[in-house]
């Protein structure tokens, strides 16, 4: 399972020269593209090297030397039979097709024989489903981030995963091969597959999943930068680094990185904008230890008994003293939307 995002054509091209012909097993390629734009990505890989290479199909079986490219605004997931499913689903990280999905997907499935690679990048997509492939017992491989054309998502993983290897871009073929003809030795602890099998069917729009109210992790005070939902805080990590990430009911999620850029007002919803105007929204926790360290649940308390003490006008009343009231007001604030769970996921997805 290979991930990558800017620079990753350049990569992947010379990644697909590398490898030889008699190559025992399938290769499943996530690349960050738009929506808009048919893939090449196919094309070009087949033409760069000996493996034949094509767009994952819904319901196909992997076959060993293939290479299977994610089709654009999609993201393709692993079957415990084998099979690859496509499904346009919730995006995470703001990407489809995403990183992590797959990478937990195949986790799942494949358990200790999981290859996860992370090769350049921007942000930290990849982050979470590589934490997953090196507690099912996979092996995790990431770019030297000094040899990447852009090292910030593969410097990502080095500081939130214990990976099995560090390597320049022309030394991983020869690895991989290594680790299918001799599997790798690693270790590893089975992570919470109960909490993994729903996020995977989350992304995968199972309906049954999400008509539930059972989410993983703990609900924050954070809305949703795409949705306007609350969001659920997803304690991860690998036990020597705390690595937090958030998802919402809809299924929308994020990493710390993509988190931070939304916080700070890049792609923000109107809503966050408006809570940041009014100063009302908490920081994103720190890192554990020291004094520093604040819980978001506490903050987003203080918040409520903010909002609960706040005076309430009525229509027609006079403006208050601070020009909040509901007359006269010169500052109109959005209303926080009220949204059923219905079967309006896919319009909520979509949009």
């Known amino acids: 399972m290979i991930g990558t995002s800017a620079g990753g054509v350049e990569a992947l091209t ?6 030889p012909h008699d190559f025992a097993a399938p290769v499943v390629v996530v690349l960050h593209i738009g929506a808009e734009v048919p893939s090449l990505l196919p094309q070009i890989l087949a033409r760069a ?17 293939t290479i299977y490219t994610a ?24 990407h489809r097709p995403a990183i992590d999905p797959l990478f937990r997907s195949a986790a799942l499935a494949f358990r200790s024989r999981c290859i996860g690679v992370v090769l350049t990048g921007t942000l930290d997509d990849g982050t979470a489903g590589m934490l997953t492939v090196k507690k099912a017992g996979g092996v995790t491989i990431v770019q030297d981030p000094a040899d990447a054309v852009y090292p910030s998502m593969p410097q990502n993983v080095l500081d939130y995963v214990k990976v099995d290897f560090r390597l320049p871009l022309a030394d991983i073929a020869a ?8 599997p790798c030795t690693t270790t590893g602890r089975f992570p919470d597959l109960e909490m993994l099998d729903m996020e995977k069917k989350i992304v995968a729009l199972d309906p049954a999943t999400l008509q539930k109210d059972d989410r993983p992790g703990q609900p924050s005070p954070y809305s949703c930068p795409d949705c306007g939902g609350v969001l659920w805080e997803i304690e991860d990590g690998d036990g020597d680094h705390d690595y937090v990430r958030y998802r919402c009911r809809v299924g929308h999620a994020f990493s710390p990185e993509t988190m931070r850029r939304a916080e700070s007002g890049a792609g923000g919803g109107a809503l966050e904008r408006d809570e940041d105007a ?13 004094a520093a360290e604040t819980r978001p649940r506490l903050a987003g308390e203080a918040l409520r008994g903010a909002r609960a003490r706040r005076p309430r006008a009525r229509r027609g009343d006079p403006p208050l003293p601070d020009g909040g009231g ?7 604030r959005p209303r926080r939307r009220r949204m059923r769970v219905t079967s309006a996921y896919a319009y909520i997805i979509g949009a």
């Open 326 to 332: 509901a007359a006269g007001s010169a500052e109109v």
């Open 14 to 19: 010379k990644l697909a020269q590398a490898l």
């Open 175 to 182: 690895k991989l091969v290594q680790c299918i003809k001799v």
């Open 49 to 65: 090297g000996p493996l034949p290479a094509q767009e994952a199909r819904d319901g196909e079986r992997l076959r060993p030397g």
């Open 71 to 94: 089709v654009p605004d999609h993201h393709v997931l692993v079957e415990e039979d084998k099979t690859l499913h496509v499904v346009k689903g919730p995006r995470e990280n703001r």
């Open 278 to 290: 009014r100063g009302e929204r908490a920081p994103l926790r720190p890192p554990r230890g020291g």
